[in-house]
């Protein structure tokens, strides 16, 4: 046997699904591949008792098929507490594609994917995320009924972006009064990391209120076009975490909460769009406690996109979206006085409220 071959007994110390951290008690991952469009995609299905699992389909250029997995656990995980916290009757999924949106996607790829969605015969409604548009929802919407997210024009709620970046806002409206004793942003300074198009419609509401704007984001075109429209400021350093900071709103990927990050952190608010933006929930949301550092959990004050397009299976319309949305501030407010009257982590809290939420339903399932 040569050296790069492992053998059976070593092959089976590694579980690659079940043995993953970030697998947690998933009900279903399904794999799948079609060799004529090219795709390669995973469907994390992590838990459907208080209805089916609905979470938007990110396609990103990932390392290798660990990251790409590991993702979709964690996402699908999120979006299960995301909106059992906001009341929602729906459980957690998630779908990852592999592959470069800008030079992989085609009609042809989007429509074999909502294949495998329908597939599922509904356990599992997709909706748009990273690298994802609502052009991309109305082409899988051509071969499954299992999609949200679709063209206004088709009957859809449209781009959920904006709804989800007035929840952040609402969010960290509240984390502000609570850390600072009111939640007018105006003169605080805010670094928006991430200005996609949730980071952008972020951007415009903190403009709007006076707040003091710095933007960061790997796309330069984007920087420039942003700071034009809206007169803040691109940040020059090469440390955004070191720097003194009223909030911090990460607004890209996750994971910038991390051991090499925390140390530094100056900001004395952190609320943001991306979703796990906690590296290792328990260790991360323990030190920034201890640090003083507010927390707005991402998964209640991120939920305005899956409010949106909840819409469109509920057949709610745009005044009941924005009153959803608005809620997420007395929600907010409410787990940062729990975490603080029980001396918890404002991440334990809300995953207390989500957690009470579902085991509920499943008393109530098993009269």
């Not at 415009?204 to 330069?220: C, M, Y």
């Not at 991120?302 to 949305?325: C, F, P, S, W």
């Amino acid at each position: 046997m040569t050296s790069d071959v492992l053998s059976f007994k070593e092959l089976q110390k590694i579980d690659p699904v079940f043995g993953q951290l970030s697998f947690d008690n998933h009900e279903q991952i399904v794999f799948c591949n079609d060799k004529d469009t090219g795709l390669k995609a995973i469907i994390g299905i992590h838990n459907t008792v208080l209805g089916p699992a609905l979470g938007g389909t990110r396609m990103w250029n990932y390392n290798n098929e660990w990251e790409a997995l590991n993702d979709v656990l964690r996402l699908s995980r999120g979006m299960t507490f995301k909106s059992a916290i906001t009341g929602l009757n729906l459980g957690g999924g998630k779908a990852v594609i592999i592959g470069d949106a800008k030079t992989q996607k085609t009609p042809e790829l989007m429509k074999k994917f909502g294949e495998f969605v329908h597939s599922l015969s509904g356990r599992y409604i997709t909706a748009e995320d990273v690298g994802m548009t609502t052009a991309d929802m109305d082409l899988v919407r051509e071969v499954t009924p299992y999609v949200t997210g679709i063209s206004e024009s088709k009957g859809g709620a449209g781009n959920p972006s904006p709804i989800t970046a007035y929840g952040v806002f609402m969010g960290m409206k509240a984390a502000a009064k609570f850390k600072f004793g009111s939640d007018v942003l105006e003169d605080k300074s805010v670094y928006v990391q991430g200005i996609g198009h949730v980071g952008e419609a972020l951007v415009e509401h903190l403009v709007n209120e006076g707040a003091k704007v710095t933007i960061s984001d790997i796309n330069q075109e984007r920087l420039e076009s942003v700071k034009s429209k809206y007169d803040v400021t691109i940040y020059g350093g090469n440390d955004l975490y070191s720097e003194e900071m009223d909030i911090y709103a990460p607004c890209a990927l996750g994971a910038t909460i991390n051991d090499d990050t925390i140390h530094k952190l100056k900001a004395k608010v952190i609320a943001g769009a991306a979703n796990n933006q906690l590296a290792e929930e328990d260790k991360h949301s323990l030190l920034l406690q201890e640090r003083g550092i507010v927390y707005a959990p991402d998964f209640l004050i991120n939920a305005g996109g899956i409010i949106n397009v909840y819409a469109e299976l509920e057949n709610y319309d745009k005044q009941e979206i924005m009153r959803k949305t608005e809620n997420i501030y007395s929600t907010t407010e409410e787990i940062l006085e729990r975490a603080k009257a029980g001396n918890i982590t404002t991440n334990v809290a809300a995953l207390s409220i989500a957690k009470e939420r579902i085991e509920t339903r499943k008393k109530e399932q098993a009269k």
